[in-house]
């Protein structure tokens, strides 16, 4: 193998391995309580999209999930952002679609 090759392998195993979780269940746990807790609406500029961190956060879509605004301005959600995106992939894939946070029964969701 030439030099050129190894340092593809190299960069391509430093890749595979950024691309792993390192975000503990505990972490991930409160991310989703947090976000449970705050989905409240009245119409749908009462919700807007945050990051999924690379879908660290179960039932995200394209990178992104639903929640209330107030929540999403929070000082604890800021927190949570600073913990998850210490742990979560540096880079991740994230399809064109975006996401439409509606205000569906009071709740946010996605359209």
């Keep these: 193998m030439t030099w050129k090759y190894a340092v593809g392998a190299v960069g391509l195993a430093i890749a595979l ?14 991310a989703v309580a ?5 989905q409240a609406c009245e119409t749908d500029a009462d919700c807007v999209a945050v990051g999924d961190f690379c879908a660290e956060i179960p039932g995200g879509f394209c990178g992104q999930i639903a929640m209330s605004k107030n929540g999403a301005e929070s000082s604890t959600w800021k927190a949570i952002e600073r913990e998850l995106s210490d742990c979560a992939p540096s880079s991740c894939d994230v399809c064109l679609a975006a996401l439409v946070p509606t205000c569906t029964a009071g709740a946010c969701s996605r359209r």
């Design 34 to 38: 947090f976000i449970d807790a705050n």
């Design 17 to 30: 391995l950024g691309c792993e979780s390192g975000c503990d269940e505990e972490a991930i746990d409160r």
